[in-house]
Each structure stands twice: as structure tokens, then as C-alpha cells.
């Protein structure tokens, strides 16, 4: 599931760099915050 979540973020973000110019710092904040939430919850998954 998280896998398929990182795909589809990185194909918006790949969009966003190469056709939308104006959202692609909105595209590139979202997958910032994706990839934050994601370490997070991988170093969690660790502890437990």
C-alpha cells in the first residue's frame, strides 16, 4: 500500500516537474510531507 502511494506521488511529482510549472512546488511540498510521513512510520514500525 505505501509502495503504491510513493508510485503515484512520484508520477505527480514527475507531471508537475515536466508540464504543470505553476503546481509543481505544490506537487514537490506533498511529496516532501509523503516522504516525512513515511520515515516516520518506517522507524516506528521498528520500535514496535
Known sequence: ??????????VL????VFAFKI?????HLVLVVA???GLVQLFRGRRA
Open 13 to 16: 511529482w514527475a507531471l508537475g
Open 23 to 27: 503546481t509543481a512546488g505544490v506537487i
Open 35 to 37: 516522504l516525512v510521513v
Open 1 to 10: 500500500m505505501l509502495l503504491t502511494i510513493a508510485l503515484v506521488l512520484f
